[in-house]
């Protein structure tokens, strides 16, 4: 089991399956607060998608992103 403090470290190491076109969003980023999400209780991407758009400051300033606006639901899929 990876200790959670570690999270951003180790979903680093996996490999990023999007083509290299139009990747609008670093993936580590988006998986982390994936996982976060989820935690939190988000059920589906729509879920998912809020939990970003209500707390892209505070993500952004946590983790040192640049999101400007949270992902389009495709994004996520």
């Known amino acids: 089991?990876?200790?959670f403090p570690c999270l951003w470290q180790a979903l680093q190491d996996v490999t990023d399956p999007r083509g290299?076109?139009?990747?609008?969003?670093?993936?580590?980023?988006?998986?982390?607060?994936?996982?976060?999400a989820v935690l939190a209780g988000a059920r589906s991407y729509r879920d998912v998608i809020t939990f970003i758009r209500e707390r892209r400051h505070q993500l952004n300033e946590l983790f040192?992103?640049?999101?400007?606006?949270?992902?389009?639901?495709n994004t996520l899929r």
């Open 1 to 3: 089991m990876i200790p």
């Open 20 to 36: 290299t076109r139009g990747q609008r969003y670093p993936f580590t980023p988006l998986m982390v607060f994936t996982v976060l």
């Open 64 to 73: 040192g992103t640049r999101l400007t606006r949270a992902p389009a639901l």
